[in-house]
């Protein structure tokens, strides 16, 4: 194995973590809020402008959770030989690779396509994007108790 400093170590996880509380706490926020007001007057224009601004902090966020998981599973072993957890390791990075495929898909064909079409056509567009939004909140509920599986050991 590598030699590890802690706190280098404490310093990629604190990064990873703020990433994951930022991004998965902005979707969670919207999953709960979002549906409670959406027979609101004005909610369309307000649920636009609320996604664009989440984009931003939300991309911000996933380099945050790539730059600390990728640091701490540096400092781990994981890019050097067979460690314990290397595995898991590995498999829920493919599976952050899929959320940001999600994101990219909502973020730029999906979403933009809900908010120009017109509204008898955006429909279905404002459909998908809610799916691939959810699915992308469930992959990354899934991937933060894969990585309490892999902190554990």
């Given at each position: 194995?590598?030699?590890?400093s802690?706190?280098?170590?404490?310093?990629a996880v604190?990064?990873?973590?703020?990433g994951i509380?930022?991004?998965?706490?902005?979707?969670?926020?919207?999953a709960?809020?979002?549906?409670?007001?959406?027979h609101?007057?004005g909610f369309?224009?307000?649920?636009?402008?609320?996604g664009?601004?989440f984009?931003?902090?939300?991309?911000l966020?996933?380099?945050?959770?790539?730059?600390?998981?990728?640091?701490?599973?540096?400092?781990?072993?994981y890019f050097?030989?067979?460690?314990p957890?290397?595995?898991?390791?590995w498999?829920?990075?493919?599976?952050?690779?899929?959320?940001?495929?999600?994101?990219?898909?909502?973020?730029?064909?999906?979403g933009p396509?809900?908010?120009?079409?017109?509204?008898?056509?955006?429909?279905?567009?404002?459909r998908?994007?809610?799916?691939?939004?959810r699915?992308?909140?469930?992959?990354?509920?899934?991937?933060?108790?894969?990585?309490?599986?892999?902190?554990?050991?």
């Amino acid at each position: 194995t590598l030699p590890m400093s802690t706190s280098w170590l404490t310093l990629a996880v604190a990064l990873h973590l703020l990433g994951i509380i930022v991004w998965l706490g902005g979707m969670i926020f919207i999953a709960v809020v979002f549906p409670r007001i959406r027979h609101l007057p004005g909610f369309l224009t307000f649920a636009e402008r609320t996604g664009r601004a989440f984009q931003l902090v939300s991309y911000l966020a996933f380099a945050l959770i790539l730059a600390g998981g990728l640091w701490a599973g540096y400092l781990r072993g994981y890019f050097h030989g067979a460690q314990p957890g290397a595995v898991l390791f590995w498999h829920k990075f493919a599976i952050f690779l899929v959320i940001l495929v999600l994101a990219l898909l909502h973020d730029l064909w999906l979403g933009p396509r809900a908010t120009a079409s017109p509204p008898e056509t955006a429909k279905p567009y404002r459909r998908a994007a809610r799916w691939v939004s959810r699915l992308a909140l469930l992959l990354g509920l899934a991937n933060f108790v894969l990585g309490i599986l892999l902190s554990r050991g």
